[in-house]
């Protein structure tokens, strides 16, 4: 998988065959598709190992949210994000620019992360209605996605990726601090 991710990230997906990958993996094209039917199945499951990756760190920073501020639960979500996404840059921007694979995954994505940030949320704020609850988590996580995708995505000029992360974690942390007061007093 790492040869195909490698030749997506140098090539583009649509400038990468499967002959390409195998001769890179240095086996038959006949053993490749031993095991995948076809390019898309070798893109479905590099987008699944990716998505995956994203939700696993970002799930690591809900669980120590709790025990610390918002600002900082959000700022250490937004550099888990931004580290996966720049570890594989290359296959990120591969998948991003091939319409054909829907890109990288992103309503897959949101949908993993929306319901980890309802839970930060509802452990932060306590009972809230589920729409305010739902609109609340859909900023989040989009807002944030936004964020990383397009500083990683560039080209950003003069953009400090700690300025990123510090500036949309001081915005959400303090709407989300505004949210408990007014929920709370």
């Known amino acids: 998988m790492a040869n195909a991710a490698q030749l997506f990230a140098e090539r583009g997906i649509a400038e990468t065959s499967t002959n ?11 053993s490749l598709y031993r ?28 669980v120590t949210g709790v025990t610390v501020t918002p600002r900082e639960a959000v700022a250490n979500s937004l550099t888990a994000v931004l580290d996966v996404v720049s570890e594989r ?23 993993r992360l929306l319901l980890l940030t309802r839970a930060y949320l509802l452990h932060q704020l306590g009972p809230t209605p589920q729409q305010e609850l739902e609109v609340r988590a859909f900023v ?12 990683a995505l560039g080209p950003t000029p003069n953009l400090n990726r700690d300025l990123l992360i510090t500036e949309t974690a001081d915005m959400i942390g303090d709407w989300l601090d505004a949210v408990a007061r007014r929920q709370n007093g």
Do not use: Q
């Open 89 to 111: 840059e290359g296959l990120v921007r591969a998948l991003a620019a091939d319409t054909t694979a829907h890109g990288v995954g992103l309503p897959d994505l949101e949908r």
């Open 20 to 30: 390409h990958i195998a001769a890179r993996a240095g086996i038959s094209i006949g």
């Open 35 to 62: 095991y995948f039917a076809d390019k898309n199945a070798i893109i479905d499951v590099l987008r699944a190992d990716l998505l995956t990756e994203l939700e696993e760190r970002f799930a690591e920073t809900v």
């Open 140 to 151: 989040m996580v989009n807002a944030g996605l936004a964020a990383c995708l397009r500083f």
